[in-house]
């Protein structure tokens, strides 16, 4: 194996694969690190945003996602214990208005994902190596990275490091870039449930009730990936043995009566539970570096973008390598600017959700009967979910401001 490449990807998931695939496609020499011998379900992001999955097919790779099981999903209802189950049942959201050519968002199971991605990009040219240990990454002039596989240890050349090592990325921490992170929230978390014969598998849904929250988000033939947010003082309300049981009977719901088919589900993997929370960084890049997904940032999962940031991140950063050869720390201007003001209106839109769906106890529940009173005569309350759905460019600018966040949620200006 050669010792120069154009680009060392370190992470072969989602974002180091795409990005291989991507590059490979356009001739360039890559060479991919990924630390698992086999991906594993981690209870990461496998919804993708309608504007995401237009970053999927700019990129070329809607076709392949489908084929490998990629699944849509076409209506959305919101669920309270503010409102009869009926009256949310008659209200369902239609999820292809939002971008157009694209039917709603696209469902893919996290490992199977990675792992597609992973073999396309090794089609394509790739270098892709498994079970390997990276022990030092130099950033810079003459960008390297040092690393163990199979017993021996080499260190490898490159004009530029891709950091698509996660959120605890060592790319990251050797190019010296920091990241921010906000207070955390809620708790939440995930699990993954096969055996949901009575949902309908391209009915997403959410609804608060009690000190839970849920989303649903079906990947067809009774397998449902399920997410649920409460307090930060129960963090560890869904530990230990009986965890996955507890979890899914938090899902038994009055507002939600379908709820049923879910906690009647089987668990398909473990339940995990994590703080809320979003990071980023002020300049995804540093000389002979630029970072995607995680490793860049993240957004707060409670709007479930992380795949959608992902392929933008990767759209972006791959149409920059295609389009010359400076590959300087200024070609990627462009893509900071854009992915800082990116996350800070979706950092604005998790803000407002968490506020209205991860939120328990009389208050919240009568704000949330407010401001679902308060839309019905103004949608544009409503707005930032336009943001999620559609992408947070095409929500214009004063709906990310302090003075809009207290018209959401009733609150003094």
């Known amino acids: 194996m050669d010792n120069t490449f154009d680009l060392v990807v370190v992470g072969g998931g989602i974002a180091g694969s795409a990005l291989a695939a991507t590059m490979a496609r356009a001739g360039r020499s890559v060479l991919v690190l990924e630390k698992s011998e086999a991906f594993e379900d981690r209870v990461r992001g496998e919804w993708i945003a309608p504007w995401g ?53 696209l469902c893919l199971g996290h490992p199977h994902h990675c792992q597609t991605l992973f073999d396309t990009a090794g089609r394509a040219g790739a270098v892709m190596l498994r079970g390997v240990d990276v022990t030092r990454v130099v950033a810079g002039a003459a960008p ?7 017993g021996e240890t080499r260190t490898v050349h490159a004009r530029l490091v891709v950091g698509a090592d996660g959120r605890t990325s060592m790319v990251r921490e050797a190019a010296a870039i920091v990241l921010h992170q906000d207070k955390p929230h809620h708790m939440f978390a995930g699990m ?33 990936r399920v997410y649920g947010s409460f307090p930060l003082e129960q963090r560890r309300r869904f530990a230990g043995p009986d965890g996955p049981r507890a979890f899914l009977d938090a899902f038994r719901m009055g507002c939600a009566p379908a709820n049923r088919h879910i906690a009647e589900g089987t668990p398909a993997g473990p339940v995990l539970a994590y703080v809320n929370a979003d990071a980023w960084t002020d300049r995804p890049f540093a000389e002979g570096v630029v970072l995607v997904g995680d490793a860049a940032g993240w957004n707060d999962p409670i709007v479930g973008l992380g795949l959608s940031i992902t392929y933008r991140d990767v759209r972006m950063v791959t149409d920059i390598l295609k389009a010359s050869d400076d590959w300087s720390p200024a070609a990627f201007a462009p893509y900071a600017e854009e992915r800082a003001e990116r996350l800070r209106r979706l950092r604005f839109a ?22 679902d009173k308060r839309k019905a005569e103004n949608p544009l309350l409503a707005i930032h979910g336009l943001a999620i759905m559609a992408g947070p460019e095409n929500v214009p600018a004063e709906f990310f401001t302090p003075e809009h966040r207290a018209r959401v949620l009733g609150e003094p200006a």
Do not use: C, N
């Open 192 to 224: 993954l449930v096969d055996g949901v014969s009575g949902w309908d598998d391209r009915l997403q849904a959410i609804g608060t009730e009690g000190e839970f929250g849920f989303l649903a988000f079906p990947q067809g033939g009774g397998r449902v």
């Open 350 to 371: 998790a803000s407002l959700t968490s506020s209205l769906d991860a939120e328990f106890g009389p208050e919240a529940r009568a704000r949330r009967h407010s401001f």
């Open 144 to 150: 390297s990275v040092t690393y163990a596989h199979a």
């Open 53 to 105: 999955v237009a970053e999927v097919k700019r990129l070329g790779l809607y076709d392949l996602l489908v084929a490998a099981g990629g699944h849509h999903l076409d209506r959305h209802v919101t669920y309270d214990e503010s409102k009869p189950p009926e009256e949310a049942d008659a209200m369902p959201m239609p999820l292809g208005m939002f971008i157009p050519g694209v039917p709603g968002p």
